[in-house]
């Protein structure tokens, strides 16, 4: 072992006494190792880069599974963050204890990491899906297994630094500063590469749960083959066999996994989803999934995990959507989201619309709606109308680049503002772009999400509405099936919080616009004009006062 002295100063070479009590040279080395001292460096510095970019993927993947899971919540992602660098900490203070046995220690810790960081992804999925309807004690205990992993992960992380300090040092002792800067410019570079990994090659390609099993294995053979490999010499026989015997079987559990992942995938979207799923892919977007279509069973539609259409009440929800905008000139339409084509097939069953644009973000959505038998036989294969016009973009990008007063009605059907990438698009710089597309006299209806259990949110878009320059009507109407276009959080089918009302709001840029339906269009099998009427007096007594407006550098949506 090296004995502790005082580091040198910077750019200083620094010597000491060697085993015999002689004098030697900043290239002198205590520890023996199968290669040069040059090159042991190299090796140590690459390990560190794999570690690195393992350790982000860890860290990435659990940050994508508290969204995928659980709800697109900032403060949940905030937790996770923050309880790892936390964890961090403790783990480089904890770490300082095995400094004496660096190889061994650094050896078992990247094994251990290895595995929960490999098996992190499965575990959560697996308690998701079986466990997450039991309430009770256990209401929040897939959370509370998140916040565990990533304290576990976290820790071992953290650990790591010392000791590859210490590594590094008994190669070719150097000063302090110089060991560090060299150390973290590895790790930097490694966690961006690991960073860069996960979004563009792993999620789209692998998907989470093989993603993070490779992964583990990668971060296995690395540090097992680091410590065995130049760093052997260092450890008792005992250690070096236990080492390779840890690492064997923790190679042995992930590649088991991921042998039977697509397996489990099955049978854990059957636990969530039932057994009549049809569809599931993974887009650039999201997870597609479609359920029923056939048989006499109503087809739904999941957008990451979220009920998106309810085959049951879906008719309802579109007509409350579109037709109490289409009173007025409707020769121009267009349709935000709805890539699923019901929204357009409610436009387009009014005599007169000579152009509808729908700008959906998801490619994969329009071509389920297109080319699935259930999906494009419910839409009336709307998307495939001459008169259709399908763009495949963000809806706020786009709008900024639109023709002014170019649309008659603008419909807005997108995701609950509770959803993180969804929320910029109940802002009020997305409402004013909204409006500069209205021509005069033009409506604009929004999907504010459900009344009844998130009246702050619902009336924090018609306040936003509002503080756009718009002058507004909101209306509420009732529906059969919970969780269909519901709020941020995700869950079992059958046991997702209940969301049996949809909240509108219709506005205009002149006057104050009134819900009613086009005496010369077509006529709805769920409104009325009384029917109308009193869902405008029933979500106005929901009204919540005094919301502010919700901005893109200030979002007011709970989560």
Same mark, same amino acid.
């Given at each position: 072992m090296i004995e502790p002295q005082a580091p040198a100063p910077p750019g200083s070479t620094q010597s000491w006494d060697g085993p015999d009590g002689s004098r *030697?040279?900043?290239?002198?080395?205590?520890?023996?190792?199968?290669?040069?001292?040059?090159? =042991?460096?190299? #090796?140590? #510095?690459?390990?560190?880069?794999?570690?690195?970019?393992?350790?982000?993927?860890? !860290?990435? !993947?659990?940050?994508?599974?508290?969204?995928?899971?659980?709800?697109?919540?900032?403060?949940?992602?905030?937790?996770?963050?923050?309880?790892?660098?936390f964890a961090m900490g403790i783990g480089s203070l904890a770490a300082k204890r095995l400094r004496r046995h660096a190889a061994a220690g650094f050896g078992a810790i990247e094994a251990a990491l290895a595995l929960v960081g490999g098996y992190s992804a499965m575990a959560l999925y697996a308690v998701f899906a079986w466990t997450g309807d039991w309430g009770g004690m256990w209401a929040h205990g897939p959370r509370c297994l998140l916040v565990a992993f990533s304290l576990a992960t976290g820790l071992l992380i953290g650990a790591e630094v010392p000791l590859l300090m210490e590594l590094i040092?008994?190669?070719?002792?150097?000063?302090?500063? *110089?060991?560090?800067?060299?150390?973290?410019?590895?790790?930097?570079? *490694?966690? +961006?590469?690991?960073?860069?990994?996960?979004?563009?090659?792993?999620?789209?390609?692998? *998907?989470?749960?093989?993603?993070?099993?490779?992964?583990?294995?990668?971060?296995?053979?690395? &540090?097992g083959a680091l410590v065995l490999g130049l760093f052997r010499r260092d450890l008792t026989r005992r250690a070096r066999r236990l080492l390779v015997v840890a690492n064997v079987c923790v190679l042995a559990l992930l590649a088991s996994a991921a042998v039977l992942v697509d397996d489990f995938e099955r049978a854990a979207r059957h636990a969530l989803y039932g057994e009549d799923v049809r569809v599931a892919v993974h887009t650039d977007v999201q997870e597609v999934l479609l359920t029923g279509g056939r048989d006499? /069973?109503? +087809?739904?539609?999941? +957008?990451? &995990?979220? #009920?998106?259409?309810?085959?049951?009440?879906?008719?309802?929800?579109?007509e409350a959507l579109v037709h109490p905008a289409m009173a007025g000139r409707h020769a121009r339409v267009l349709v935000l989201g709805g890539g699923d084509g019901l929204a357009a097939r409610e436009v387009l069953r009014h005599p007169g619309v000579r152009r509808v644009d729908v700008v959906e973000l998801d490619e994969g959505v329009v071509r389920l709606a297109r080319h699935d038998p259930a999906l494009s036989a419910l839409n009336a294969h709307a998307l495939?109308?001459?008169?259709? /016009?399908?763009?495949?973009?963000?809806?706020?990008?786009? #709008?900024?680049?639109?023709?002014?007063?170019?649309?008659?009605?603008v419909v807005a059907d997108l995701p609950h503002?509770?959803?993180?990438?969804?929320?910029?698009?109940?802002?009020?710089?997305?409402?004013? +772009?909204?409006?500069?597309?209205?021509?005069?006299? &033009?409506?604009?209806?929004?999907?504010?999400?459900?009344?009844?259990?998130?009246? /702050?949110?619902?009336?924090?878009?018609?306040?936003?509405?509002?503080?756009?320059?718009?002058?507004?009507?909101?209306?509420?109407?009732?529906?059969?099936?919970?969780?269909?276009?519901?709020?941020?959080?995700?869950?079992?089918?059958?046991t997702a919080h209940a969301h049996r009302d949809w909240g509108?709001?219709?506005?205009? =840029?002149?006057?104050?616009?009134?819900? /009613?339906?086009?005496?010369?269009?077509?006529?709805?099998?769920?409104?009325?004009d009384s029917s109308l009427a009193a869902d405008v007096r029933a979500a106005?007594?929901?009204?919540?006062?005094?919301?502010?407006?919700?901005?893109?550098?200030h979002p007011r949506y709970t989560d």
């Open positions: *030697g040279d900043d290239t002198a080395s205590e520890l023996p190792l199968p290669v040069r001292q040059g090159t =042991g460096r190299w #090796l140590v #510095l690459a390990g560190v880069f794999v570690c690195a970019a393992c350790g982000l993927v860890y !860290e990435l !993947e659990l940050v994508a599974l508290a969204a995928y899971l659980m709800g697109d919540s900032v403060a949940q992602t905030s937790v996770v963050l923050s309880v790892m660098v040092q008994r190669i070719r002792r150097q000063d302090a500063g *110089g060991a560090v800067a060299d150390l973290s410019a590895a790790d930097y570079v *490694g966690a +961006l590469v690991g960073g860069l990994a996960f979004p563009f090659l792993l999620l789209p390609v692998l *998907g989470q749960l093989t993603g993070a099993l490779i992964t583990g294995a990668v971060n296995a053979v690395v &540090g006499g /069973r109503p +087809l739904n539609l999941f +957008l990451d &995990g979220r #009920l998106r259409v309810g085959g049951r009440d879906e008719l309802r929800y579109h495939d109308d001459h008169r259709v /016009r399908v763009i495949t973009a963000d809806a706020f990008d786009w #709008l900024r680049t639109a023709p002014p007063a170019a649309y008659d009605v503002p509770g959803i993180t990438a969804s929320t910029k698009l109940y802002a009020q710089e997305f409402y004013g +772009l909204a409006r500069r597309v209205l021509a005069p006299g &033009g409506r604009l209806v929004v999907h504010g999400g459900a009344v009844a259990s998130r009246p /702050r949110d619902f009336w924090t878009v018609d306040a936003t509405l509002r503080a756009a320059g718009l002058r507004t009507t909101a209306y509420r109407v009732r529906g059969r099936e919970s969780g269909f276009a519901a709020g941020p959080d995700r869950g079992p089918a059958d509108f709001v219709l506005a205009a =840029g002149r006057h104050t616009p009134r819900p /009613r339906l086009d005496p010369a269009g077509p006529r709805p099998r769920t409104l009325t106005e007594r929901t009204r919540v006062r005094g919301l502010p407006p919700s901005t893109l550098v």
